[in-house]
């Protein structure tokens, strides 16, 4: 049974906020990860290399393109290098030209599903799962991508049933094989969304056990650690946060997903040098623009101004590399602008560029927050409405709806959000969880101002008696 | 164990998950074919396309009952063999439209040769098991469907070949287990093919004399995919057997209202007599052979039915036997084989209708109908035990089958069981 590299819990669906950190890191070094010169060659390079020769000799091997298609894909996820995307979409359609119907092409169209989510096609990666699901090969595995793509898409009951239809169906029972630890780990990120920390922990220990024991790529069961890590991190647990990432890199030490997760755990325990380090470390491995745009914040954070500038070049270059890069970091851009106040229009543009695609939680979030600095308020609430729609325990989601409901004048509502996105994570942002504190603190003066104004009306109304 | 299955998979059904069968929404074929001719707009030499379009104009002849869709089909492997000549998938679409049409032998031909080419495509191996079933040739249909499920173990056309495969040989429990996996695999955005599947069970059970069950069925799938004339059509047969004859009436009239087939014909002709509109029968009986006969040279499955009207109906054996005898010569499937033992028997011809029947009956086919013909002609060859346990078969299998009454009739002129031996 095919392991479908999942596409839809990683920097994606759970982005990584911004912290801040310092970082000497240039914008050769950068460019150096990009082309992925010095990377290390893995068993995915070799996958490729033996797949290669072997078309050479048997161009006619539709599964051999199909293989090297997924192989491709493999060391996408291993490099966040687009262009990989690019290489499996090219071989995965020799493999369909050579054979297109019948259960024999559902692989093909699977891995095209997958090529899809990565490059944020979701409609077009619903449409291949399901061609791929119509020519009946007996693997249910597309369904996980019908269920990515739903939930990008926003429709989370949808992606839920599908997600349920992950089970063999020869043995619908079982619950170590590759159709569980598929299930279970997509399944966590739902329940999380809906606000069940707790059932999204259990679920993904129970992947991570599934993915140990089947002995999955390397990457993945970093990836499954540190899908653990973000939702303990989320809840406010920064020791299982940092037991996850730590698990991770210990079977993947290049997991650039784990090194930034170790960076926010860092950020957060104020452990400015060592988040830095960290954050560095995995811009090497990948330059992914929400690590840049975290440096940014952390050289800010220590006075470091001239350097913060450089993570700003760096990001943007990095974001509009390619046409693809572009779509693919809408929704970090959008935030990272807003989160610092430049380019503000743009951001609007940016959000609502990717809402025309997704459909998920944090996009609305984006939207809501880009529409707040840009001064649409009432939108802007409309837009955190949809946000907070699943109960998703998410303290920056809640800090963001906090701001918006506070300029609207309606400081309970304001007063609860801050309060819960400190119960729920006390260092849920370098910068926010401050500013969260000083809001209730303001709320709290101006809610004494009130009352005592009040006290003062009322003792007004009192020794004055009515009017007439 | 199967009929849970069924009722969970009922259950999920009704979930309505992906909002299967909604009024209005394109097909499933539809999507398809206008899908592929979008391609066809920007990469008009795109071959590949080509295939995929005619596998969409294929299945949308199932949807419908229009059998025009299948020179579409033929128009685009065209197209597609003109760019590509010899791509494996175009062939594999002219295969797949060949045993649309009901061409078995040269679906059969095409089908080897592709399977010589590449050994190892699950598709192919169906495609030779459906052909090699229908021309009678089981033990090979066999091998073809087991060399389908071990390359890929557990694919949908594997259970379903499988299904009807356990069909012909009798084994009814068999057979609804694989379509019960079957409609567990199929996704329920496939509206078409889970309607299929659910009309084909539906089939099996009331042919099996469970008629409640057959009903559900039948029911689903006509919510699944509305006034799919297949679903309609089986439905019918269900009231037929019911002696509910209005409406079997009322079905029919609504499944031929486009598209009618062959069979439908039949099938209505017989529900106006048992309705008392002799008048609307035979007009329609009339209809049916006119169009039977047109489509002899076009479709071996005409054939079949016209060579049961002809005995049941018309009473012409001669004329039966004529087409029986064109027909044997390509197949040799348990329902030629039974219709020429039964076209022999009206000819009064005991004894070659003896062993045709015999031939017929050691594939294995379990049938209220073919247990009724065996009862008769073991009755006319004087042997009367075998006589009366054909026609107990047939009342026990499906006790309201359309033979039901006459079986009943027949039986009770023989002693029970035992009493001969």
Redesign the interface.
């Known amino acids: 049974m095919g392991i479908i590299a999942n596409t839809n819990g990683g920097a994606d669906a759970l982005p990584l906020h911004i912290r801040a950190v310092q970082s000497g890191l240039t914008l050769a070094l950068i460019l150096v990860a990009v082309c992925g010169n010095g990377a290390a060659q893995t068993s995915t390079d070799a996958a490729i290399r033996s797949l290669q020769s072997h078309l050479k000799i048997y161009p006619q091997d539709f599964k051999s393109y199909d293989a090297l298609g997924a192989s491709y894909i493999q060391k996408g996820r291993e490099t966040a290098d687009a262009s990989y995307y690019e290489m499996a979409k090219e071989s995965l359609e020799k493999s369909?030209?050579?054979?297109?119907?019948?259960?024999?092409a559902a692989s093909a169209k699977t891995h095209m599903a997958e090529v899809a989510m990565s490059e944020h096609q979701f409609e077009e990666a619903l449409?291949w799962s399901?061609e791929a699901?119509?020519?009946?090969?007996?693997?249910?595995s597309p369904w996980a991508i019908v269920g990515d793509a739903l939930t990008d898409i926003g429709e989370y009951e949808?992606a839920e049933?599908a997600y349920a239809r992950l089970r063999d169906?020869?043995h619908p029972g079982d619950e170590s094989n590759g159709l569980a630890y598929e299930r279970n780990s997509r399944m966590a990120y739902l329940q999380f969304l809906k606000g069940d920390a707790p059932g999204a922990i259990q679920l993904m220990r129970a992947a991570i056990a599934v993915s140990t024991t089947l002995h999955l790529p390397a990457e993945n069961i970093a990836w499954s650690h540190y899908q653990l890590g973000e939702i303990c991190f989320k809840s406010g647990d920064l020791s299982g946060a940092e037991q996850a990432y730590r698990a991770g890199l210990g079977i993947d030490p290049n997991s650039y997903r784990n090194l930034a997760g170790l960076a926010e755990v860092r950020t957060a325990q104020e452990k400015y040098p060592d988040a830095i380090a960290l954050y560095k470390k995995a811009i090497a491995v990948v330059p992914y623009p929400a690590f840049a745009a975290a440096l940014y914040d952390l050289d800010l954070q220590v006075g470091r101004a001239d350097d913060a500038q450089k993570q700003l070049q760096l990001l943007e270059f990095i974001s509009t590399l390619n046409p693809l890069n572009e779509r693919l970091f809408y929704r970090e851009l959008a935030l990272f602008y807003a989160d610092h106040n430049f380019k503000l229009k743009e951001s609007v543009e940016l959000a609502k560029k990717e809402l025309e695609v997704r459909h998920d939680i944090y996009t609305w979030d984006i939207l809501a927050w880009v529409l707040f600095k840009n001064g649409s308020v009432e939108e802007a609430a409309d837009a955190a409405k949809r946000a907070l729609a699943l109960g998703t325990k998410d303290a920056l989601l809640d800090f963001h709806a906090g701001m918006i409901e506070s300029q609207l004048g309606r400081p309970d509502r304001a007063q609860s959000l801050f309060e819960q996105a400190l119960a729920l994570d006390p260092h849920f942002h370098l910068v926010y969880a401050g500013e969260a504190q000083e809001k209730l603190r303001q709320l709290a003066d101006s809610e004494t101002r009130t009352d005592s104004a009040s006290s003062a009306n009322a003792r007004g109304s009192n020794l004055g008696g009515p009017l007439e | 164990m199967k009929t849970l299955a069924i009722a969970l998979f009922l259950a999920v059904a009704a979930?309505g998950?992906?909002g299967a069968g909604e009024a209005g929404s394109p097909s499933?074929a539809e999507l398809r074919i206008e899908?592929a001719q979008k391609v066809l707009q920007k990469q008009p030499n795109r071959y590949?396309t080509y295939?995929?379009l005619a596998?969409a104009f294929v299945r949308r002849a199932r949807e419908t009952g229009d059998s025009s869709y299948y020179e579409q089909a033929g128009a685009a492997i065209a197209s597609s063999l003109r760019i590509a000549p010899e791509n494996?998938?175009a062939q594999?679409?002219q295969v797949d439209l060949l045993l649309a049409e009901h061409n078995y032998r040269q679906a059969l031909d095409e089908a080897r040769a592709l399977n010589h080419r590449?050994p190892?495509?699950?598709?192919v191996w169906?495609y030779m098991a459906e052909a090699e079933a229908a021309l009678g040739d089981y033990q090979q249909a066999e091998d073809a469907a087991q060399w389908m499920m071990n390359l890929?173990?557990?694919?949908?056309?594997?259970y379903l070949t499988g299904a009807e495969l356990r069909q012909d040989w009798g084994d009814i429990d068999g057979a609804e287990e694989y379509f019960s996996?079957?409609l567990?695999?199929?996704?329920p955005?496939?509206t078409e093919?889970t309607a299929w599947i659910l009309t084909r069970m539906g089939r099996l059970l009331r042919q099996s004399g469970r008629p409640d069950t057959a009903e559900a069925l039948l029911q689903k799938a006509l919510k699944t995919f509305p006034d799919y004339s297949l679903s309609l059509e089986e439905m019918a047969a269900l009231r037929l057997d019911q002696r509910l004859y209005p409406q079997a009436v009322e079905l029919l009239e609504k499944r031929n209202g486009s598209f009618p087939s062959v069979s439908s014909r039949l099938l209505a002709a017989r529900a106006y007599a048992g309705a008392g509109r002799p008048a609307d029968a035979a007009k329609m009986y009339a209809e049916f052979e006119r169009e039977a006969r047109a489509q002899m040279g076009l479709s071996d499955d005409a054939s079949l039915d016209l060579i049961n009207y002809y005995v049941d109906y018309a009473h012409r054996p001669q004329e039966a036997l004529r087409i029986v005898r064109l027909r044997i010569e390509n197949r040799h499937d348990v329902w030629t084989l039974d219709a020429c033992a039964w076209a022999l028997y009206a000819d009064r011809r005991y004894a070659e209708a003896d062993q045709q029947m015999e031939k017929a009956l050691a594939i294995g086919t379990r049938d209220a109908v073919l247990f009724y013909h065996a009862g008769a002609i073991e009755a006319a060859v004087g042997k009367k035990a075998e006589a009366s346990h054909y026609l107990q078969q047939s009342i026990e299998l499906n006790p309201a089958s359309e033979v039901s009454e006459t079986a009943r009739r027949a039986a009770a002129q023989f002693p029970a069981r035992g009493t001969w031996e």
Do not use: C, H, I, Y
């Open positions: 369909l030209d050579l054979v297109s119907s019948g259960p024999d449409s399901q699901l119509a020519l009946g090969s007996g693997d249910p949808r049933d169906p020869l | 979930s998950v992906f499933p899908g590949q295939s995929d596998l494996f998938e594999q679409a590449m190892d495509a699950v598709l169906g890929r173990p557990g694919n949908l056309p594997a996996k079957a567990q695999q199929t996704p955005f496939e093919e």
